[in-house]
C-alpha cells in the first residue's frame, strides 16, 4: 500500500502559475509511472501528465506548452508545474501512481485548482 498526498492547489487568476505536489509514502522507483488527473464538475476524470520512471513524459494536447511534470526520486515527490492557466483548468487534481508487480493503481484524495477569468 502507500499514501499519496497532494498539495499546492489553490485560487489563481487567469494567467497565473501554481505549483501541484504530489509526496508518496515509499519510493517512487517502484512505479512504473505517475501521473496527474483532473476532474472538472460534471466531466469525467482526464489525464493530464504522465512521467515513467526513465522520466518520459507526456501531456494532454489542452496542457501542452503549459504544464510540466517533474519527478525528484530524492524526495518521493513528482510536481506538475502549471502556467498561464485558463479558467478551463478548473477541477481536483488527483495524483496517481502505477504499480506493474502486483498490478495496483494508487491515488491521491486530490486538491482543488480554481482558476478565475
Known amino acids: 500500500q502507500v499514501q499519496l498526498v497532494e498539495s499546492g492547489g489553490g485560487l489563481v487568476q487567469a494567467g497565473g502559475s501554481l505549483r501541484l505536489s504530489c509526496a508518496a509514502s515509499?519510493?517512487?522507483?517502484?512505479?512504473?509511472?505517475m501521473g496527474w488527473y483532473r476532474q472538472a464538475p460534471g466531466k469525467q476524470r482526464e489525464l493530464v501528465a504522465t512521467i515513467s520512471s526513465a522520466s518520459t513524459t507526456a501531456y494532454a494536447d489542452s496542457v501542452k506548452g503549459r504544464f510540466t511534470i517533474s519527478r525528484d526520486s530524492a524526495t518521493n515527490t513528482v510536481y506538475l508545474q502549471m502556467n498561464n492557466l485558463k479558467p478551463e483548468d478548473t477541477a481536483v487534481y488527483y495524483c496517481n501512481a502505477e504499480q506493474v508487480l502486483p498490478r495496483a493503481d494508487y491515488w491521491g484524495q486530490g486538491t482543488q485548482v480554481t482558476v478565475s477569468s
Open positions: 515509499r519510493s517512487i522507483s517502484s512505479f512504473i509511472a
